[in-house]
Structure formats: structure tokens, C-alpha cells
């Protein structure tokens, strides 16, 4: 009998590299987005249309259909004796619950165990928490050590996110009305947060600069760098930061996370400068910045 293999899968939310979903063998389930009637495909060669579209159009989202989810969680289950599906927030999305529909009559048929996980972030926190599981499933951590790690992973990141106008949040029903009016003075701009698998406002500054100066400041408290008091080594964290057709401030805001986390003695796994999907992107608006904070504490420095 054959080594056992566990399958794993993840939704386009996940922001990170197409590269790095290769190198984890992991399968990747496209979201949708919308401008008009027609309809593209949230993955990384799409990104790019999307972003120059959302400078002058409006868009709608939606998560994968039934017969798509289907079609990825069949394909992972030939040969495989378990899947495992790490997902975005419930509370952002419908697309783990549709995931979880399709794996119980795929499981009914087949007899597969396939367990769904919501993640209960998005963007890079997913990313990194599906990442841990690959490396653990890698170096032969069972599928329920990798959940449990994933698990952790996810429940201990943080994502901190800078938008243009919040209207585009609130279209979308992730932030509701009074929180949307936050923000519309001149020069205003609101540090969002996910907070429960939920978007909130955490404060508004004045500026853009300051803007990019919060979100850097709170990614590394977040992370665990010390405010005061002696510098000691910390458990290694990884940073994503996502833009929205902001490449070079993105890569500023990296350049500043590495420099500061330097200075704190603070080791970074990975640091990914990548596009937001699609999907995030329709929500958030063009000029949004946001900077996804994980504790990976060593578990995704070696190759898989």
C-alpha cells in the first residue's frame, strides 16, 4: 500500500504567488468578478485587467459555482485519501460554505474525507495559514496536525488595510453605512481591520503618509515587535502586502517592514509584495494598500 497523500486547496483570495501555490502542490479555486455582463476569472493573469477596469467601472463579485467547486475537489481527491480546503472568512464570503456543500456529496460518492476550514481571514493571513499546512503536510505532519496549525496560524495574523473611499467596502456590504461615512472628509483616511472574520474601521488619520505610516506600525506590533523596553528575539512572522495598482508604494511599505523589523530583531519566514485578487481589489477600491501579518514562527522557511 502506497503512502498516504493529503490534498490540499484554497480559494484566489489567498493573494499569494501563483508560483508559491506550485511549489505547495496546491489547488486553487477561482472567485469571480464582474463588470457588467461580463465576467472574469479571479486569478493572477486576470489581476491586472481588473485593477486598470476598476478605475472607471463599478464591479460585483461572486464566489465559484457548484459544478466548479465540484470539478477542483475531484481532481485533488483522485489518489488522494483525505482534502483538506482552507477558505476565506464566512463572514466575507459564501464560498466556504458552497465548498463544504460540494465536499459532503463528494465524500457521500467516493467515500473521500474531505474537511473544510474557514480560515476566518483573507488575503495573506489565509495565504500564510494554508501555506503552514502544506510545509507541515511536506515533512509528514498528519492532515489533523496540519489543520490544527493552520488553525493557529490564522487565529493569531492580522490584516490592517488603507482604502481610497470606503464606498467601495460599503457597495459590497463589508462595512456598513455609519462606518463608510468615515473617512469622506478631505484628506481623511480610514486603518481597517479584520476583526471576528469581519472588516472594521479601526481609526482614521489625516493623509495618505500617515496612512502607510500606521499601517507599518501596527503590522509590526502585530507581529510582536516591542514598543519599548529590551530587544529580544522573537518567533520569525511573515508580512504580505497587498496593493491595488500601488506597486511602488507597496514596495516601500516592504522595504520599511524589513528595515524596522531588522531593527527589532524581529525574522521574517517570507515577505510577499503581491496585487490583491480580483475579488479583494472589486471591494476595496483602487489606491488600497494593506499589509497581512501571520505568525509563521519558522514553519515555512524550508522548501516543501
Known amino acids: ?60 463579485t461572486s464566489q465559484p459555482t457548484p459544478g466548479e467547486i465540484a470539478a477542483v475537489l475531484e481532481e485533488v481527491a483522485t489518489g488522494a485519501d483525505r482534502v483538506v480546503a482552507i477558505h476565506l472568512s464566512g463572514a466575507l464570503s459564501g464560498t466556504c460554505a458552497a465548498v463544504g456543500n460540494a465536499a459532503a456529496a463528494l465524500t457521500a460518492s467516493t467515500g473521500v474525507r474531505i474537511d473544510v476550514v474557514d480560515s476566518r481571514t483573507v488575503g495573506g493571513a489565509l495565504g500564510y495559514a494554508v501555506a503552514v499546512a502544506a510545509y507541515a503536510l511536506a515533512t509528514g505532519v498528519d492532515a489533523d496536525g496540519a489543520i490544527a496549525r493552520a488553525r493557529e496560524c490564522a487565529a493569531t495574523s492580522r490584516v490592517f488595510l488603507t482604502v481610497s473611499d470606503l464606498r467601495h467596502l460599503q457597495r459590497g456590504g463589508r462595512v456598513r453605512a455609519p462606518q463608510a461615512a468615515v473617512g469622506t472628509a478631505l484628506g481623511i483616511k480610514p486603518i481597517l481591520h479584520l476583526q471576528s472574520g469581519e472588516i472594521r474601521v479601526l481609526e482614521s488619520v489625516r493623509g495618505t503618509r500617515k496612512a502607510h505610516q500606521q499601517l507599518v506600525s501596527r503590522a509590526l506590533v502585530a507581529a510582536g515587535a516591542p514598543t519599548r523596553g529590551p530587544r529580544e528575539p522573537r518567533s520569525p512572522v511573515s508580512f504580505a502586502v497587498h496593493h491595488v495598482g500601488e506597486a511602488e508604494e507597496a514596495e516601500s511599505l516592504a522595504a520599511r517592514l524589513r528595515e524596522a523589523a531588522a531593527e527589532a530583531d524581529l525574522a521574517i519566514d517570507r515577505l510577499d509584495v503581491t496585487p490583491m485578487s480580483g475579488v479583494l481589489a472589486a471591494h476595496a477600491g483602487p489606491g488600497a494598500l494593506a499589509i497581512a501579518v501571520a505568525r509563521t514562527r519558522g514553519l515555512i522557511h524550508t522548501s516543501p
Open 1 to 60: 500500500m502506497g503512502a498516504k497523500r493529503t490534498a490540499l486547496v484554497t480559494d484566489s483570495t489567498w493573494s499569494l504567488p501563483t508560483a508559491l501555490a506550485r511549489q505547495l502542490r496546491l489547488a486553487v479555486i477561482p472567485l469571480h468578478v464582474s463588470f457588467g455582463s461580463r465576467t472574469l476569472c479571479d486569478c493572477e493573469s486576470e489581476v491586472p485587467h481588473i485593477t486598470e477596469a476598476l478605475r472607471t467601472r463599478a464591479a460585483t
